[in-house]
């Protein structure tokens, strides 16, 4: 067996070094408190000629090294966490760093509202400090933050409680089921990685599985995701939200307008991804739709070809992505050949480890770490590269100040959905026959997960926040909730057989800071495909233009960016146009099909 390689986080910090960082980042906010004390004083008194863009030039340099640590601390310690989740140490060094930021974001409220009093004088603070030229739609979103925010006294006190509430709960599923096995000790990941399994009745087997062992622990999970929800429609009465969506929009950088042009558009693309789901469903044997546990399964190989999948090794993986990337420029490949020969991946799969795939940005040191669960399937090769795509971003961007590398949760799925796209077109490319058409229909699939699952979660959580306003939620609520979602986004997609427990996996419902964290990834993958197919009209002169996009995320909205590289995000007919992409797969996978039972 191949060893799939582990992270080594001691070069990250040792345990002195960790200790010794913690001390440097409350002296800085130390640093920070002086500031904003000099700054409340002066503007109190009348006579003291308060030179406020002066002072602000001052304070910017110490929140931007003073915030680049405190990230890297806490993505160190849930790294450490999310390989180990039960560890008593990790668990404690996240509590710890969560009470020592709360004063940062006490510090965050009050620069804020200095930003709001002083607003008259920053346009004479861009034109004595120039360099600060590229913060004005940060300083504006600041601003307009700090008017959806209770009191210093009120927020202090709700970000203290959410450690022991919506931090708490959030990490009690995380717990549940990264523990979760089955009687045969199987791990919850290994049972849902069968999905793709080819053996048909392993896949039906590990669903009925998963669902029952969803069920054993659905009071303690449900009760997570009622209390999360709850207290984020509480809170955001308190804060002047209308309601979750427009705190969502307003994290993301985005319309309601663009945001309604792009669910408008995946709706009117539904009919096209039901017409797969039932060919797929015909292809592995299924009349009237495709089972939900059939959703990830590979298709069948004629009787003249094998059905096996190549099995990756983890060297052929990176050996792939490192040609691929350098394919379309050498920053991007050599930057993906050092994170492989750096150790930056942890890719093996293994009881205590979170499920799924996450890249995490260590600002103070310019680099970042990722985690898969790598088992040799293309699809993980895939997610490889999407991990890379998000590192590579931070690549783009890690000379940048630190007020400027925060983009929103939209733009974060451009560069990974762009990596993904730069691997799968080629990938097809090279193939033929059976093994062409496996690898469409899994882009498909992948893609179908993105626009239609997407959706429906989206649906699954409007409806959770509009009953939640009236009621308490149990179990069987979600599950009515989740499977009207399902129903309403496949409609006849999907056989009778649907997952009415997704809600109890996706961790993303799971996080106080992060509703709808759904629509973030439809806009991703189509936008990642603009690109792409700006890339294929441009060639390698494209690549200079593309680094210079993933600068501005963090310091424009979205569509501005959008607008910058020459798409109008705000009409349907963007988003449409990216529909076309997959039309001609499933016209390819569709004559597959005829072909094969003129064979037959």
């Known amino acids: 067996m191949e060893q799939i390689p582990r992270w080594d986080l001691n070069k990250i910090f040792t345990d002195n070094e960790f200790e010794e960082s913690v001390q440097k980042y409350t002296e800085g906010l130390d640093e920070i ?13 009348a006579d003291s000629g308060f030179d406020f863009p002066l002072w ?11 915030g680049a640590l405190e990230e890297t601390l806490h993505a ?74 209770m009191s210093e006294k009120e927020e202090n006190l709700a970000a203290d409680l959410q450690r022991t509430g919506g931090d708490a709960w959030s990490r009690l ?15 919850f990941n290994e049972i849902r990685n069968q999905a793709y399994s080819a053996d048909a009745g392993e896949r039906k087997e ?15 999970i449900a009760a997570s995701l009622n209390n999360l929800k709850g207290a984020t429609v509480s809170l955001n009465k308190r804060r002047g939200w209308n309601s979750a969506i427009d705190r969502a929009l307003f994290s993301s950088q985005m319309s309601r307008g663009t945001l309604d042009s792009l669910i408008g558009s995946i709706e009117d693309s539904l009919p096209l991804w039901r017409k797969y789901l039932q060919l797929k469903g015909r292809l592995l044997g299924h009349q009237n739709g495709c089972p939900f546990y059939d959703l990830f399964a590979p298709l069948p190989a004629p009787v003249s070809e094998s059905s096996a999948e190549k099995k990756w090794s983890f060297q052929e993986a990176r050996e792939y992505i490192v040609e691929r990337f350098n394919s379309f420029s050498s920053e991007m490949g050599e930057f993906a050949r050092k994170a492989f020969d750096a150790g ?30 790598f088992t040799g399937t293309f699809s993980d090769v895939v997610t490889l590269a999407h991990e890379l795509g998000h590192a590579f971003h931070h690549h783009c961007i890690t000379e940048l100040d630190y007020e400027l590398i925060h983009y929103p949760m939209t733009l974060a799925e451009t560069a990974s959905i762009f990596a993904e796209t730069v691997v799968m077109k080629d990938i097809i490319a090279r193939t033929t026959g059976y093994e062409k058409i496996k690898l469409i229909e899994s882009h498909l699939q992948d893609s ?153």
């Open 33 to 45: 408190d002086s500031l904003l004390h000099a700054a409340t004083t002066l503007q109190t008194k």
């Open 56 to 66: 602000l030039s001052a304070f910017y340099p110490v929140a931007n090294r003073v």
């Open 448 to 600: 179908c997960q993105v626009l239609v699952d997407i959706l429906c979660r989206f649906y699954f959580e409007q409806s959770v926040f509009e009953e939640r306003e009236k009621n308490e939620l149990s179990a069987d609520d979600f599950c009515r909730l989740m499977l009207a979602a399902q129903k309403k986004a496949y409609g006849n997609g999907l056989s009778d057989v649907h997952h009415e427990y997704m809600w109890a996996v996706k961790t993303h419902y799971y996080s106080p800071d992060l509703d709808y964290y759904n629509f973030p990834y439809a806009f991703g993958l189509l936008f990642g495909i603009g690109l792409y197919r700006r890339y294929e009209k441009e060639g390698s002169s494209f690549a200079q233009t593309y680094v210079e996009l993933l600068k501005e995320t963090g310091s424009l909205s979205c569509e501005a960016v959008c607008r910058n590289a020459g798409f109008d995000i705000t009409s349907k007919d963007f988003w449409t146009s990216s529909m076309t992409f997959f039309e001609q797969e499933i016209e390819q996978l569709e004559q597959w099909e005829k072909t094969k039972a003129a064979r037959s």
């Open 76 to 149: 160190f310690a849930y790294a450490a966490y999310s390989t180990d989740t039960t560890n008593t140490l990790y668990l404690n060094r996240i509590a710890r760093l969560d009470e020592i930021a709360l004063r940062s974001r006490s510090q965050a409220l009050r620069f804020a509202r200095l930003l709001e009093t002083n607003e008259s004088k920053l346009e004479e603070f861009f034109v004595r400090f120039p360099h600060f030229e590229s913060y004005r739609y940060v300083m504006r979103c600041a601003i307009e933050h700090v008017k959806h925010c």
């Open 206 to 220: 590990a669903f009925e599985t998963e669902k029952k062992l969803l069920k054993s622990v659905e009071l303690p």
């Open 344 to 373: 930056w991946i942890d890719g093996e799969v293994r009881t205590g480890k979170v499920g799924g795939a996450y890249c995490m940005d260590l600002p103070y040191f310019k680099e970042s770490r990722i985690l898969s669960n």
């Open 173 to 187: 599923h995380e717990q549940l089921i990264s523990t979760l096995k089955s009687c045969d000790g199987r791990s």
